[in-house]
Every structure is written in structure tokens, then in C-alpha cells.
């Protein structure tokens, strides 16, 4: 693969989107792809697929499997995660 | 060190059983701490018949392993085990296991509290509860919104 087309499939690498638990159910979905045009910030993802949404709980993101925080950069093909604190044990 | 996160009902008293003949380390360790969360039939003054316990496959096994890497450079450990189950619960069956083998107590106490307390806060686990309504006829789910502080 030459390096110009290596740069277009990255470019068109969607970023995975994933909901958990009241977020879930809220969205009713557990999953979505997105186009990363446009989008720098986890804030900026989560504005995104929250718009019209009324969202009154604490959310918490993740990028990657690692937590991030609202000004965390998001890139191409991650996996960006969104949800409510955690309930465990 | 062993993390399993199981859909399984698990008994405890036999994990650590097994676990600890099977690590082999016998002569090394003096302390042994272990910690047991078990579902109640009560919460927030209801009576809770039931529950779902959603994780993050990936995350969830990463954090964990987390922790105990972070608890390994805090104390001296020998072993650790965390069972953590999911899915579908029923009031008394364990939720949790975390166990540390130390040569001596102090980090085998410290160490277990401090996994325990952060699986507790950062873990991806989430709880649905089944709560029995006032009329004891109709039941109602209800997302736990918040695990009280262990401190």
C-alpha cells in the first residue's frame, strides 16, 4: 500500500461509538459508527450524539478502554465509550 | 494473579480454595486477606428481588488489571485474585471476590482495600436492580446510580 492510500483509509476510519447501562437505553442503542470529520474532542463526540437528547446524569468517557476527560483528543478508528458513574462490587 | 469476570454463579470459599493450592507458593505466605461482596434482598429501603450486573468487555478486565498492577508496586504481594460475576443475579449470590497473599498482614490488609475500594469507584460494572413496589404485587427496574464511598 502506497503511503497517499494508507493516508486516504485512515481518513475514512470511522470512530466506534458505545453506550452502557441508563445511557444505553436512553440512545436505545449499543453501538454506532461515525464519520471523525469535525470532531477533536471526546466533548466534542459527546455533544454530537447527545444533541436533542436530555441527558441529566454524570456521564463518563472513555477512549480506547482508558477513561479520558471532556478535552481528551479523539482520533480515527478509536473506540470512544459514554457512560453513567460506576456500579460495581 | 487471576481476574476472572464470569456470567457463572461462583462460590467463593471454593475459589479461594482452589486458587491458592493451585498458585503454589505455600511456605511463602503468612497473610492471606480476602474480601466477599454478597447481593442483599434490601437497598435504599426497598425490597430488591433481583438484579442485572452490565460490565465493559475489554475495559472492564483492563481496569482490573490496573488496579492490582498499581496495588503490586504499593505493597509486597505475592498473588491476587478478583472474581467479579455478571449477568443475571439473586439476593445472596457473591458478586465479588478479591483475595492478596503477602508474606505479612499489613499488605495483604492494605492491598485488598485499596483493589476493593477502586473496583468499587472506577470499575466499569453497572447495576440494575429489581425492586418490589410498596403493593408487593408490581416490580419495577431501577438503575443503581451510585456506590456509596467504602472510606
Known amino acids: 500500500m502506497t503511503q497517499s492510500n494508507s493516508q486516504m483509509y485512515e481518513e475514512a476510519m470511522p470512530i466506534k461509538v458505545l453506550y452502557f447501562a441508563s445511557l444505553k437505553e436512553l440512545f436505545g442503542r449499543s453501538e454506532q459508527q461515525l464519520s471523525a470529520d469535525g470532531l477533536s474532542t471526546v466533548e466534542d463526540v459527546w455533544k454530537h450524539v447527545s444533541e436533542g437528547y436530555d441527558v441529566s446524569q454524570q456521564v463518563l468517557y472513555s477512549i480506547n478502554q482508558e477513561y479520558a476527560q471532556a478535552d481528551s483528543l479523539v482520533q480515527a478508528g478509536d473506540e470512544v465509550a459514554f457512560f453513567p458513574p460506576v456500579t460495581g462490587g | ?151
Not at chain 2, 486458587?19 to 447481593?39: S, V
Not at chain 2, 425492586?131 to 427496574?141: F, H, M, S, Y
Request: hydrophobic share 40%.
Open chain 2, 1 to 151: 494473579m487471576m481476574i476472572k469476570v464470569t456470567d457463572n454463579a461462583f462460590d467463593p470459599w471454593q475459589e479461594l480454595s482452589t486458587f491458592q493450592l493451585e498458585m503454589k507458593r505455600d511456605g511463602e505466605y503468612g497473610a492471606c486477606a480476602n474480601f466477599i461482596g454478597t447481593m442483599r434482598d434490601m437497598n435504599e429501603g426497598d425490597s430488591v428481588s433481583g438484579m442485572f450486573l452490565e460490565h465493559y468487555p475489554g475495559m472492564t478486565e483492563r481496569h482490573l488489571d490496573k488496579i492490582v498492577q498499581q496495588a503490586k508496586e504499593k505493597w509486597n504481594l505475592l498473588e491476587t485474585l478478583i472474581v467479579h460475576r455478571v449477568g443475571e443475579l439473586l439476593p445472596n449470590d457473591p458478586i465479588v471476590l478479591v483475595a492478596v497473599w503477602s508474606a505479612h498482614r499489613k499488605d495483604a490488609f492494605e492491598a485488598s482495600r485499596f483493589i476493593m475500594e477502586d473496583l468499587k469507584s472506577k470499575a466499569p460494572f453497572w447495576k440494575k436492580e429489581c425492586v418490589v413496589e410498596a403493593d408487593q404485587q408490581t416490580q419495577k427496574n431501577r438503575w443503581v446510580e451510585k456506590n456509596t464511598s467504602g472510606y
